[in-house]
């Protein structure tokens, strides 16, 4: 059976950056308040577990191996995120993240993705007397209240939505451990995007498929929607990043934005229509049909703001950020639209849209890669961002096969 996130012992991973950092178990033994025996059966447990040797143990102390290393590096990281999370956060103890353990994080996340006490425990497996029992002693430890109950459900607190955000992405942080000290663990792994609407038609696909030859093993998850949609998943590390327009920059600080190439907007209609194929029409001309446009304050809303300010506004009855159902709009009427021609390329070579005039000069958007400030991909993570950024300089000169 494969190992999960929070099958492992919090304890017993606290402990490996003390044994790495001084070399010995007692030190890790003290540093998580064990006795040394108890330790070492611990950390014999999670090897087994995870399919390696964490440690060379030797007369002379505990030589961390590679994997005892990536795991030790990955377990910090996760130990910050939590502490991040329930820092000043009320009266409790001085270290709670200290204090945590496996069930409990389990739990609450449990609880906090599905909104019920019933749900939760079914999900986890556990009673529902040992999920109320791990939010009370998280609360606890936290010296805060973590879940209030509104009529006949529960919703979190301000703290308790910190303290899930930090629990997942401490879990993303130790499932990246597991996937990486395995035996195989440069060829498998999972890779979770989102998936903005610039990046769905060449980019996306064929980067994929290039990763899914080199790593057969990988899982790959897509997750769909705006930037809006996607950027609190991303922050909350249920996503590893996002591919699409990124934001003017400088963007969010707790974000990292890596460019892949730049794409413009043009005017599009169904092939039938009057204006399609037209080389420069005017904006009268243009305002005389109706529009499909952005929601207002996106990027794309803006440009069309752009294009008739000084003039009077043309008829825009449907606001939609859907690529699908604006392209079924497009070819039942004589809507006209601002969109990416990479979006619909394969309605155009169909025959089935058309552009309008050329690409707007004034519409130029950077297309890349949103990540959070900090992250540290993955084997098969890093393999499929440079597959992203190969596939972009091949389209950018059009010499992709």
């Known amino acids: 059976m494969e190992t999960q996130t929070f099958d492992l012992n919090l304890r017993h991973l606290r402990a490996l950056s003390a044994i790495v950092a001084r070399g010995s178990m007692s030190a890790g033994a003290q540093a998580v308040s064990l006795s040394q025996p108890a330790l070492t059966q611990g950390l014999a447990k999670l090897e087994r577990q995870l399919g390696a040797s964490l440690f060379d143990r030797r007369r002379d102390g505990a030589i961390p191996t590679r994997a005892g290393l990536a795991m030790a590096e990955r377990a910090e990281a996760a130990f910050r995120h939590l502490r991040a999370a329930v820092r000043g956060s009320g009266r409790g103890f001085a270290r709670p993240e200290q204090l945590m353990t496996a069930t409990q994080l389990r739990a609450f996340l449990a609880l906090s993705d599905i909104g019920s006490f019933i749900g939760a425990g079914v999900a986890t497996s556990l009673s529902q007397p040992a999920i109320h029992r791990a939010v009370r002693d998280l609360e606890q430890v936290c010296g805060v209240t973590l879940v209030e109950r509104r009529g006949r459900g529960i919703a979190l607190t301000e703290a308790g939505r910190r303290l899930a955000r930090g629990i997942r992405l401490a879990g993303s942080e ?154 079924g709009l497009l070819r039942e009427r004589d809507f006209l639209t601002l969109l990416s021609p990479d979006q619909i390329a394969l309605e155009i070579d169909s025959g089935m849209l058309a552009t309008v005039g050329p690409p707007l000069e004034e519409s130029e958007r950077m297309i890349g890669i949103t990540t959070r400030a900090g992250w540290r991909p993955t084997h098969v993570q890093a393999l499929f961002i440079n597959a992203l950024k190969e596939i972009a300089v091949q389209l950018r000169t059009q010499d992709f096969q």
């Open 174 to 327: 130790i499932a990246a451990g597991i996937v990486e000290v395995a035996p195989d663990g440069s060829a498998r792994g999972a890779v979770v995007m989102g998936a903005m609407p610039l990046s769905r038609a060449h980019l996306l696909p064929w980067a994929i498929a290039r990763v899914a030859d080199a790593a057969p093993l990988t899982r790959f998850d897509v997750v769909e929607g705006s930037w809006r949609d996607l950027v609190e998943p991303l922050r909350d590390g249920a996503i590893d990043f996002m591919i699409g327009a990124l934001r003017p920059q400088p963007g969010p600080p707790d974000l990292e934005q890596q460019p892949l190439m730049r794409d413009r907007l043009a005017i599009v209609a169904r092939a039938g229509h009057p204006l399609a194929g037209a080389k420069a029409p005017g904006r009268a001309a243009l305002a005389h049909y109706p529009w499909i446009v952005g929601r207002a304050g996106s990027p794309i809303r803006t440009v069309w703001d752009e294009m008739f300010r000084g003039d009077a506004t043309p008829n825009a009855p449907i606001e939609c950020g859907s690529v699908m159902v604006i392209r």
